[in-house]
């Protein structure tokens, strides 16, 4: 699974007003600002968040952008299926961008492929905004853990 640059800016956004849930509206330049991202960008972005109910807008000078909903019912699950559509490591254990392929009968790898679609699945679906702002940020050593990083393509 690849996060797309969409889904990326979108949990950002999500996240940034997760954080001030219950606060006064954030303008989209000081979202672009604090998540240093492309303002053009975000505003198909917003128009998306709205679309679902995830945000709302206010318009004038002291309006902006607002969590629509609690932090506790909107899912990376949901955003990234949104966004991306698949969750799924590959098109042959996918149920919405399924493709056969002619080797599934005798295939040993798509069981674990299936699994790591099924944990990845429940994980993100278990993922709320709110448990994201609770979350430490990624420290580099530990992307880079050698006990981790066994192979290329990591």
Not at 2 to 31: H, N, Q, V
Not at 40 to 68: C, M, N, T
Not at 125 to 137: K, Q
Request: net charge positive.
């Amino acid at each position: 699974m690849k996060l797309s640059r969409k889904a990326d800016y979108a949990l950002r956004i999500l996240i940034t007003l997760a954080a001030r849930f219950g606060e006064s509206p954030i303008s989209l330049s000081e979202l672009a600002r604090m998540n240093d991202a492309p303002k053009r960008f975000l505003e198909h972005i917003v128009l998306d968040l709205k679309s679902q109910g995830w945000i709302e807008s206010s318009p004038g000078r002291k309006g902006g952008y607002v969590l629509a909903q609690p932090p506790e019912q909107i899912t990376m699950g949901q955003v990234i299926r949104f966004f991306d559509g698949v969750i799924a490591p590959s098109p042959c254990v996918s149920t919405s961008a399924h493709r056969p392929c002619s080797q599934a009968r005798l295939c040993r790898f798509r069981r674990v492929l299936l699994e790591i679609r099924n944990f990845a699945s429940r994980y993100l679906d278990n993922m709320t905004l709110a448990r994201l702002i609770d979350l430490d940020p990624v420290e580099d050593h530990e992307v880079f853990a050698l006990e981790l990083a066994s192979g290329d393509g990591i």
